[in-house]
């Protein structure tokens, strides 16, 4: 019989095993078919209980490392026929909203100067684990094993609903609906408003992943230029003077990809403009927390009169943490919660209160300080090395993660995003940004580069050899 001791072996114990195991196996040093030491053996030798050795063998097996053959013992598993490879760069070039979005998610590229969020590192991820080590062991053992309410955690939503009041934007909590991000938040927002062949106004350029969910909606979108200091409001009027779109979707604050804000005068008469015909607004805030509060926000303005404001902790938390949310006028709301019941049911408590805990613990503040510190150290040496270079750099405040770059003639933005891929090295196109980009040329070549990786001297050898081949 085991020792009572050897229940409460702890789980570093059992993962240490089980990775050294696994790592043998990956070298080759313990071949497919190797029958595993029995448990009193590996027990003894390891110097750990036989409930450890039993956990880390399951997990090898949950893994796909080994099999239990029952009353013989667990064997390494022999590899299988078909391999995944990585595909190759041709594949995975950013030249359209499917391929930009692949190669973010499944990054193959060391060089990531098209990638929407910052690195790992900047994330402080040593942080996040010993956060998330602290809420497993102290503050989150009441988490039930049930859905949740569809609404979300209600001391996150309390104490969101406290952050947008600093904004000045005063809502309950009852006005504030938890989604699995800003895509998921985007998502609920055209399922509930938008029907096939409405038409809606974007920015142009503007957030791609939001013209894939148009598109599959079969939603006409009217693109509305943007400038430096927000929309081009004369484009909009002259569109409204010829469609009835029923909603804007815009970014008002560091917009992606051009990395420029809103102006409080041209806030003002936007608003003015969705009043007098009667569409509504979507405002999309995903870098809010790294913006002043008195940042001239939509939703300040309107008091979520006529905008629904979504917003997100993906951008400047972590992207493996999947909680955004909106806020909103009840009615809106609570006819959103009903979507996204219907839909998913609900989304994860446990994530919800890991964000909760990091925001309540001083955490997330602190992370916040030092990734404007990043940003703002990063922003003007990658505005320079650009300039340097003779691209058009267009003015891009502090507290947000692009520079929206223009290239010079002689060099199309495909062609450059498919050579860069030759070398390794991820590009976001500017086309992508468009939503009429398909079966249209637009006039404007132009990227869009990530501030934390602009530096990187392998990504600016080789826009130099680039610009000299052209000229």
Not at 282 to 294: G, S
Request: proline letters at 7%; glycine letters at 8%.
């Amino acid at each position: 019989m085991p020792h009572p001791e050897e229940d409460a072996s702890p789980d570093s114990k059992v993962e240490a095993l089980a990775r050294r195991i696994a790592q043998s196996i990956e070298q080759g040093t313990v071949l497919p078919g190797t029958r595993l030491r029995s448990i009193r053996d590996a027990a003894a030798k390891d110097g750990v209980g036989r409930n450890t050795v039993v956990e880390a063998y399951n997990r090898l097996a949950a893994r796909g490392y080994v099999e239990a053959r029952p009353g013989s013992g667990y064997y390494v598993r022999k590899p299988s026929s078909v391999h995944a490879q990585a595909p190759a760069p041709h594949v995975t070039e950013a030249v359209d909203v499917v391929s930009l979005l692949r190669e973010q998610l499944e990054q193959h590229y060391e060089v990531r100067v098209g990638d929407g969020r910052p690195p790992a590192s900047w994330m402080e991820g040593s942080e996040l684990g010993s956060s998330l080590r602290r809420a497993r062991s102290q503050g989150l053992t009441d988490i039930e094993h049930g859905y949740g309410t569809p609404w979300g955690y209600l001391p996150l939503r309390e104490t969101i609903a406290r952050m947008l009041g600093e904004r000045t934007i005063p809502v309950s909590p009852r006005q504030v609906l938890l989604t699995q991000g800003a895509n998921h938040a985007l998502d609920l927002i055209v399922r509930h408003l938008l029907d096939a062949g409405d038409e809606v106004l974007v920015d142009s350029p503007g957030y791609y992943p939001l013209f894939g969910k148009l598109k599959l909606a079969k939603v006409e979108m009217l693109g509305v230029p943007r400038l430096a200091d927000g929309p081009d409001l004369d484009a909009l009027q002259a569109l409204l003077e010829k469609h009835r779109p029923k909603v804007f979707f815009t970014q008002s604050l560091a917009h992606n990809p051009t990395g420029g804000s809103i102006s409080l005068p041209k806030a003002h008469r936007l608003l003015q403009m969705a009043a007098a015909h009667g569409f509504l607004v979507v405002e999309d805030d995903p870098f809010a927390d790294l913006q002043p509060p008195n940042a001239p926000r939509l939703a300040a303005l309107d008091q979520l009169e006529r905008v629904i404001y979504v917003s997100s902790f993906s951008k400047t938390l972590s992207a493996g943490l999947r909680v955004g949310y909106i806020a909103g006028a009840a009615h809106r709301i609570n006819a959103l919660c009903d979507l996204k019941m219907v839909t998913v049911v609900s989304t994860s408590d446990f994530v919800e209160r890991v964000v909760h805990q990091l925001i309540s613990a001083g955490q997330y503040r602190r992370h916040l300080s030092r990734l404007k510190a990043r940003l703002d150290s990063a922003l003007g040496p990658a505005q320079k090395a650009l300039a340097r270079l003779g691209l058009t750099v267009h003015p891009s405040p502090p507290g947000g993660y692009y520079l929206w770059v223009e290239l010079p003639h002689g060099i199309t933005e495909l062609g450059l995003a498919r050579s860069a891929a030759e070398r390794g090295i991820f590009l976001a196109p500017g086309a992508v940004f468009f939503p009429q980009r398909q079966g249209q040329q637009q006039p404007l070549q132009a990227m869009r580069v990530n501030v934390a990786y602009a530096n990187d001297p392998r990504f600016l050898r080789f826009l130099q050899g680039a610009l000299k081949a052209a000229s």
